[in-house]
């Protein structure tokens, strides 16, 4: 019996201690069900974003571009490659402006012409400016500003009072451009169409002489927002980033592809002509501004690279005034 006791004893502890063990470890388990759990409403919120998307590209019916689903990834790319290093233009009154000082990011052609820039011989014209992306460099923003013209710069993310208005005349909004308004998206954005930016704006009967483009991918959505509420009339230049990644071969970054041409192709028959395009490959690790793209070409049909061009269009058909409803 004596015995006994301090064995019952000793059981007893390790008893409790097994209990103290396994709660503990399974209140860590119950943290890990639940970070799992978030995650896969997180991805199941991105896949939805990515469907609407893809749902809102049209099948064009451009005879150029095949039927859809026709043309291969690598005839996709190619033929996106050739337009953008095809001038249709030679601008003959430039202006290189902007960018940063240690690389030259940021920097857009400004084409001075008067018929694409009546600015510059009338300075009783309204002129309008809409910029989209920020990315913490207004320098280009800033120079069309200081040439009198009004200037509207859009960006979320960026961390500056909505309204703020720079020493150049630049008036920030920290708003973003989407296919559908809303005042609070899932990362608590404001969000806004181009039409309905133009009428909240009062900007409806404006032109607009400059629409730049430099968004975290959405480029192609922009170019279609202008396509359908017939905004191809009234913009003199649209100066665009085209963010294109690898692989082609994955069904969205292919269709996306496929729809930058379309984009571009529809936007030329509308009188715009693409004049400018530079190799962006300022923003990689190891900056080098005389990096060129064609060093990625071979590889992102088939894997995780990356293409940034700066592509800039003139318009030789503006018809009248910007009109939304
Ligand atoms: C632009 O100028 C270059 C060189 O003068 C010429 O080769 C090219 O055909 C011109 N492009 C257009 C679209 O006029
Ligand atoms: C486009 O602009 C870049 C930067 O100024 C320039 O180096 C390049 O020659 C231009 N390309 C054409 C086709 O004008």
């Known amino acids: 019996m004596a015995a006994l006791k301090p064995t019952i004893a000793v059981i007893g502890v390790g008893i409790i201690a097994l209990v103290i063990f396994l709660h503990s470890n ?8 639940k970070q799992v759990k978030a995650l896969e409403v997180a991805v199941k919120r991105e896949e939805n974003v990515v469907k ?13 571009l095949g039927k859809p689903g026709e043309a291969s990834p690598q005839q996709e790319f190619d033929r996106l490659w050739d337009y953008v290093y095809t001038m249709q233009y030679n601008c003959t ?32 014209y309204k002129c309008l400016m809409y910029s989209f992306g920020v990315g913490g460099d207004f320098s280009f923003d800033d120079e069309i500003a ?20 720079r020493e150049s005349g630049v008036i920030f909004h920290k708003w973003g451009i989407s296919h559908e308004d809303n005042d609070h998206d899932s990362h608590g954005w404001k969000m806004r169409t181009l039409p309905t930016l133009i009428k909240e704006l009062g900007h409806n009967g404006r032109y607009l002489d400059y629409l730049k483009m430099d968004t975290e991918s959405y480029e192609e959505g ?27 071969t994955r069904p969205d970054r292919l269709k996306k592809c496929r729809h930058l041409f379309s984009a571009m192709g529809e936007l030329n028959n509308q009188g715009w002509r693409l004049y400018n395009t530079t190799d ?24 995780e690279t990356t293409i940034l061009w700066e592509t800039m269009f003139v318009n030789f058909d503006v018809k009248g005034p910007c009109k939304v409803e």
């Open 146 to 165: 200081r040439r009198g013209c009004e200037v509207h710069s859009f960006d979320p993310t960026e961390n500056l009072q909505d309204g703020l208005v």
């Open 26 to 33: 399974s209140n860590q388990i119950m943290q890990q069900i």
């Open 52 to 64: 609407e998307m893809i749902k809102m590209i049209p099948d064009t019916g451009n005879t150029a």
């Open 222 to 248: 922009l170019m279609q927002q202008v396509i359908d509420h017939d905004l191809a009339k009234c913009v003199r230049h649209y100066a665009q980033e085209i963010h294109l990644m690898g692989p082609i």
């Open 93 to 124: 009154h430039g202006e290189y402006i902007g960018g940063k000082p240690s690389n030259g990011d940021g920097a857009y052609w400004l084409c001075s012409e008067p018929r694409f820039w009546p600015k510059g011989s009338d300075p009783n």
């Open 280 to 303: 962006n490959c300022r923003w990689t690790t190891v900056p080098d501004p005389h990096a060129r793209q064609v060093q990625a070409k071979g590889q992102i049909v088939n894997s």
